[in-house]
């Protein structure tokens, strides 16, 4: 749906300012209309009353629409930075996803390329069968094992 300003935004919370200003002044034109067929049969210094309260009222609702379209000029540029950065993290999030998604797709795909090693069986039953490893090449071992030890009637 486009914005013409004749209604609020669909699934958000926002409302334009435009929106806000016709409402205003729509309600305050519907309220002149009730007084004047209101206040036609009413004596004069009660019109007076009436219609001061009216203008009271409309009053007191321009100064908070005068109050709100000053704070938006004000907020105008933070408003901009604000959308732009969510605009920037939507996009994030879209890459994101997408490399979320490539991700796990190469892992599938990698699943059904990647194989168990073949494991030498032979080799493993002869160690579990005879607790050494026979084909372990022969080389100097004494650099390796630590002195022994001598005991104290040595």
């Avoid at 321009?62 to 969510?86: A, H, M, N, Y």
């Avoid at 991700?103 to 069968?129: F, G, Q, S, W």
Wanted: one cysteine or more.
């Amino acid at each position: 749906m486009q914005d013409d300003g004749q209604q609020p935004m669909e699934g958000r919370n926002e409302v334009t300012v435009k929106y806000v200003i016709d409402s205003v002044v729509r309600n305050a034109m519907e309220k002149l209309v009730e007084k004047q067929q209101q206040l036609r049969t009413t004596p004069s210094s009660r019109r007076k009353i009436e219609l001061g309260r009216y203008l009271e009222e409309t009053r007191r609702q321009f100064v908070s629409l005068l109050g709100l379209v000053r704070w938006q000029q004000k907020r105008l540029p933070i408003t901009r930075k604000c959308e732009d950065l969510i605009q920037s993290l939507e996009h994030h999030s879209v890459h994101m996803q997408s490399t979320s998604e490539r991700l796990c797709i190469a892992a599938e795909n990698m699943a059904h390329v990647h194989r168990t090693p073949m494991y030498d069986m032979r080799t493993a039953v002869d160690v579990l069968a005879s607790g050494t490893y026979r084909s372990l090449p022969s080389m100097d071992t004494h650099h390796f094992l630590p002195p022994k030890l001598t005991s104290d009637s040595e």
